[in-house]
T-cell receptor
Framework: EAGVAQSPRYKIIEKRQSVAFWCNPI?????LYWYQQILGQGPKLLIQFQNNGVVDDSQLPKDRFSAERLKGVDSTLKIQPAKLEDSAVYLCASSPRQGTTQYFGPGTRLLVL | GIQVEQSPPDLILQEGANSTLRCNFS?????LQWFHQNPWGQLINLFYIPSGTKQNGRLSATTVATERYSLLYISSSQTTDSGVYFCAIIGTSGTYKYIFGTGTRLKVLA
């Protein structure tokens, strides 16, 4: 069974530029999560989808971050414009349904200069 | 909101030693997972354990939900066990949002 796929693996941009990350969850998984992990900290949930609907986006900085999950399968997370403090690893995870075991992708490491 | 604290924050072991990692949470939980984040940053599932005890090879975990803690046991540690161990919980508030603990950074020396 293929795992959660993410791309790109690394990205370096300058502040005020925009960037997008892509995630393809495990086939059949209804729930998809985007997390931000700053160095030395645990992952923080940014947004959670159930199929193509948003379940929780309370910690998503909506003035600059956006995410979508069209057709309830893969998802994109966008940052526009990026700030220095957005430098982090962005992790995507999926689970068969809400509240069940999560499986994580390899993450995208973002550096904002 | 619910607080999740892990101890110890850092741990250095000699290869072959045993260790116990602890996860304390401040309220009732519906679900709890243990993860290992390897040095390359990949989060790997260890256990899905909202209550009871589970074992997988050299690793085992116990969650005592009524006393609001979970323990992860690592026996006969190996250098490949190095990394950061996280617990993540879902509370009983009605949302299905996982909250991650502060992590335990483990280094196993050869």
């Amino acid at each position: 069974e293929a795992g959660v796929a993410q791309s790109p693996r690394y990205k370096i941009i300058e502040k005020r530029q925009s960037v997008a990350f892509w995630c393809n969850p495990i086939s059949g998984h209804a729930t998809l999560y985007w997390y931000q992990q700053i160095l030395g900290q645990g992952p923080k949930l940014l947004i959670q989808f159930q199929n193509n609907g948003v379940v929780d986006d309370s910690q998503l900085p909506k003035d600059r971050f956006s995410a979508e999950r069209l057709k309830g399968v893969d998802s994109t997370l966008k940052i526009q414009p990026a700030k220095l403090e957005d430098s982090a690893v962005y992790l995507c995870a999926s689970s068969p349904r809400q509240g069940t075991t999560q499986y994580f992708g390899p993450g995208t490491r973002l550096l904002v200069l | 909101g619910i607080q999740v604290e892990q101890s110890p924050p850092d741990l250095i072991l000699q290869e072959g030693a045993n260790s116990t990692l602890r996860c304390n949470f401040s309220d009732s939980v519906n679900n709890l997972q243990w993860f290992h984040q390897n040095p390359w940053g990949q989060l790997i599932n260890l256990f899905y354990i909202p209550s009871g005890t589970k074992q997988n090879g050299r690793l085992s975990a116990t969650t005592v939900a009524t006393e609001r803690y979970s323990l992860l046991y690592i026996s006969s540690s190996q250098t490949t066990d190095s990394g950061v161990y996280f617990c993540a919980i879902i509370g009983t508030s009605g949302t299905y949002k996982y909250i991650f603990g502060t992590g335990t950074r483990l280094k196993v020396l050869a």
